[in-house]
């Protein structure tokens, strides 16, 4: 149950997910959560996304794993910001933010409970994938050999299945795309209150084929800070390295 099938119906490739979002997923982020910080140096982490094929009936004996390694970058937080959260029983509480004094994730950062059916995947964390909306990928449009990605700025929302959240694009961080798995990461922006962004050279499209237009994908890139809007995102991308590899699973 670790790893549910993301597959859409009979038949169909499976897409991208963060981990806690699936059907039957809950209990494999709770193994997992609390081991994504580097206990030798928590300024570093990792966040992971997955994708595999097949019907729960029948799925893929292998499960494609994407881990982007990120580093807390920003010592910036709204200090004194009251925020809703759950304590290890479930129950609902205040919280108050405090100020950051080191570079190292604390609770404001991943300490909200992901794992219960009846709330939302909301991500209002920083060790979870945040899902943006792109309008277009396309190759050098401008007859410059520059690549050029457009996000969705008119439709933000924080909540899945809709989530939005192109505020937390940042120079550097990585976009997974979550119908074909393709990873493309951010350069230069070229019009960032339009959501128009370069992509770095090496990590862009091959051709005119590649093109896309009106698709989701998951991005880390900025931190997200209390009351956690679609716009409440600071500092500069988390992203480092990103890592994607095949692994079997249990069917």
Do not use: H
């Amino acid at each position: 149950k670790m790893l549910p099938v993301t597959s859409v119906g009979v038949g169909t490739q499976g897409l991208v997910a963060p981990l806690a979002s699936k059907p039957l997923s809950e209990e494999g982020w709770r193994v997992i959560r609390g081991n994504l910080i580097f206990p030798q140096d928590a300024r570093y982490a990792y966040v992971p996304l997955y994708r595999r094929n097949g019907t729960v009936a029948a799925p893929a004996p292998t499960a494609q794993i994407y881990i982007i390694t990120v580093q807390c970058r920003s010592t910036l937080r709204r200090e004194g910001t009251v925020i809703q959260s759950t304590d290890a029983k479930g129950q609902n509480t205040t919280k108050t933010v405090l100020r950051r004094i080191n570079q190292e994730f604390d609770f404001f950062d991943y300490g909200a409970r992901l794992d219960t059916t009846t709330t939302p995947y909301t991500n209002p964390n920083n060790l979870a994938p945040r899902r943006v909306k792109i309008k277009a990928i396309k190759d050098n449009p401008a007859g410059d050999s520059i690549d050029v990605l457009t996000f969705d700025m008119q439709n933000q929302k924080t909540l899945e299945p809709n989530q939005n959240l192109p505020g937390a694009a940042a120079q550097g961080c990585f976009v997974v795309m979550e119908n074909s798995g393709q990873i493309y990461r951010l350069g230069t922006p070229r019009d960032e209150p339009n959501g128009v962004w370069e992509l770095m050279p090496g990590s862009d499209l091959m051709n005119v084929s590649d093109e896309v237009s009106n698709v989701d994908a998951f991005i880390v890139g900025r931190e997200w800070v209390a009351p956690y809007g679609t716009k409440d995102f600071i500092g500069t991308g988390q992203d480092i390295s990103i890592f994607t590899t095949f692994i079997p699973v249990a069917q």
